[in-house]
């Protein structure tokens, strides 16, 4: 950048050259001094990316945080980085956004990392897993537990590299129109639940169905289905299950916290200036404290319509429970098979888990069972 130019955009910034030094040169990450040599900073140059989304447009808070996403770069960047937006389906199907930012047809996606685990067994943890961590332990494992450094080496090989962009909290276990009182009552029980709790739900005699989104109302009032999960209170009203099917079962032992992400390829990604890459950085972990947020608020509103709706609250007994916890770790042994990645993952994944537990049994857990008798 020209000299003059260059003064006259940090006067328009309102820092003069010797307060931006001292800003920049006062910044500390992790006690260590800011490296200035890898401040690379262009205010002429613009980038224009695309963004590949696995969810349909404006799909309640998934898509609404690819486009709070894309708004927040384009403000914090003074519109230098323009995002474009493909929901699903209009660039390419959703299953393969993750190829389309590979080969660099997208510059990022937006998805959920257990879609990938056909590319590498490993992905899985970092969305969530059967019986895993809640939202809290998850976010603490990625951001203080060595869980993003992790997906980021697991990415690294597929040229792509990953940021935090929300978590859904523990999900709804599903909607039922069987009574699920016995592990009995799962034989045969034809549910749509993808992925390893489908596994695991095939292992107690059920039949785990892969059905799209659209289907999925007509076929459990016409019985095709017995049963399915979807997210929580807020999408599953909108899909308006509780007027086909009788139980909302609790809790969501499939999906205790899924993380979503979003995901640039890397050479794009490094090909942008220094503070372009932050912002991206920034903007992704705004999304993620949006997105749980936004979640919890809207599950409260709609699950209170639901029960006006007359539906009927269901906890999955414990003997339940117990089993599908025994099926989904077989399942999970499975998966990992003698895969090295996938295994280291999952050690860091479970050894984080039973370091936390304890702690969060003896204040998270202690807290909500004490109020509630209140
Ligand atoms: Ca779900």
Same mark, same amino acid.
């Given at each position: 950048?020209?000299?003059?130019?260059?003064?006259?955009?940090?006067?328009?910034?309102?820092?003069?050259?010797?307060?931006?030094?001292?800003?920049?040169?006062?910044?500390?990450?992790?006690?260590?001094?800011?490296?200035?040599?890898?401040?690379?900073?262009?205010?002429?140059?613009?980038?224009?990316?695309?963004?590949?989304?696995?969810?349909?447009?404006?799909?309640?808070?998934?898509?609404?945080?690819?486009?709070?996403?894309?708004?927040?770069?384009?403000?914090?960047?003074?519109?230098?980085?323009?995002?474009?937006?493909?929901?699903?389906?209009?660039?390419?199907?959703?299953?393969?956004?993750?190829?389309?930012?590979?080969?660099?047809?997208?510059?990022?996606?937006?998805?959920?990392?257990?879609?990938?685990?056909?590319?590498?067994?490993?992905?899985?943890?970092?969305?969530?897993?059967?019986?895993?961590?809640?939202?809290?332990?998850?976010?603490?494992?990625?951001?203080?537990?060595?869980?993003?450094?992790?997906?980021?080496?697991?990415?690294?090989?597929?040229?792509?590299?990953?940021?935090?962009?929300?978590?859904?909290?523990?999900?709804?276990?599903?909607?039922?129109?069987?009574?699920?009182?016995?592990? $009995?009552? =799962? &034989?045969? @029980? %034809?549910?749509?639940?993808?992925?390893?709790?489908?596994?695991?739900?095939?292992?107690?005699?059920? +039949?785990?169905?892969?059905?799209?989104?659209?289907?999925?109302?007509?076929?459990?009032?016409?019985?095709?289905?017995?049963?399915?999960?979807?997210?929580?209170?807020?999408?599953?009203?909108?899909?308006?299950?509780?007027?086909?099917?009788?139980?909302?079962?609790?809790?969501?032992?499939?999906?205790?916290?899924?993380?979503?992400?979003?995901?640039?390829?890397?050479?794009?990604?490094?090909?942008?200036?220094?503070?372009?890459?932050?912002?991206?950085?920034?903007?992704?972990?705004?999304?993620?404290?949006?997105?749980?947020?936004?979640?919890?608020?809207?599950?409260?509103?709609?699950?209170?319509?639901?029960?006006?709706?007359?539906?009927?609250?269901?906890?999955?007994?414990? $003997?339940? =429970? &117990?089993? @599908? %916890?025994?099926?989904?770790?077989?399942?999970?042994?499975?998966?990992?098979?003698?895969?090295?990645? +996938?295994?280291?993952?999952?050690?860091?994944?479970?050894?984080?888990?039973?370091?936390?537990?304890?702690?969060?049994?003896?204040?998270?857990?202690?807290?909500?069972?004490?109020?509630?008798?209140?």
């Amino acid at each position: 950048m020209k000299r003059k130019k260059f003064l006259k955009t940090t006067a328009k910034l309102g820092l003069g050259i010797t307060t931006l030094a001292t800003a920049l040169s006062s910044c500390k990450v992790e006690k260590k001094e800011v490296d200035l040599s890898a401040i690379n900073i262009n205010f002429n140059k613009t980038f224009k990316w695309r963004m590949a989304s696995f969810w349909p447009k404006n799909f309640p808070v998934f898509g609404e945080g690819d486009l709070f996403f894309i708004d927040w770069v384009k403000k914090m960047s003074g519109n230098r980085l323009d995002i474009k937006l493909y929901a699903k389906g209009e660039l390419v199907p959703a299953m393969e956004v993750f190829d389309t930012v590979q080969d660099g047809t997208a510059d990022i996606g937006s998805a959920a990392s257990y879609y990938w685990l056909g590319k590498t067994p490993a992905a899985a943890f970092f969305a969530t897993a059967p019986f895993g961590m809640n939202a809290q332990q998850h976010h603490s494992w990625m951001v203080a537990g060595g869980g993003y450094e992790l997906w980021k080496e697991v990415y690294e090989p597929f040229g792509l590299i990953p940021f935090i962009s929300g978590n859904s909290g523990v999900q709804m276990g599903g909607w039922f129109n069987k009574e699920i009182n016995t592990v $009995d009552d =799962l &034989k045969g @029980l %034809k549910m749509r639940i993808p992925g390893i709790a489908g596994k695991a739900l095939e292992k107690a005699g059920g +039949a785990a169905m892969n059905v799209p989104g659209g289907e999925i109302y007509t076929n459990l009032e016409r019985g095709v289905l017995d049963a399915t999960e979807w997210v929580g209170p807020y999408h599953d009203y909108k899909m308006g299950f509780y007027k086909v099917a009788k139980y909302y079962y609790t809790p969501g032992w499939h999906e205790p916290g899924t993380q979503l992400e979003f995901f640039a390829n890397k050479k794009a990604y490094e090909s942008l200036p220094s503070d372009l890459q932050e912002i991206i950085q920034g903007a992704a972990v705004r999304v993620q404290s949006w997105t749980l947020a936004e979640f919890d608020a809207k599950n409260g509103i709609y699950l209170k319509k639901i029960l006006d709706e007359g539906t009927e609250l269901r906890r999955f007994p414990d $003997d339940v =429970l &117990k089993a @599908l %916890k025994k099926y989904s770790d077989e399942a999970i042994q499975e998966m990992i098979g003698n895969d090295p990645v +996938a295994k280291k993952v999952a050690d860091s994944y479970y050894s984080f888990k039973k370091r936390i537990n304890p702690w969060t049994d003896i204040t998270e857990k202690v807290y909500y069972n004490s109020i509630q008798e209140m």
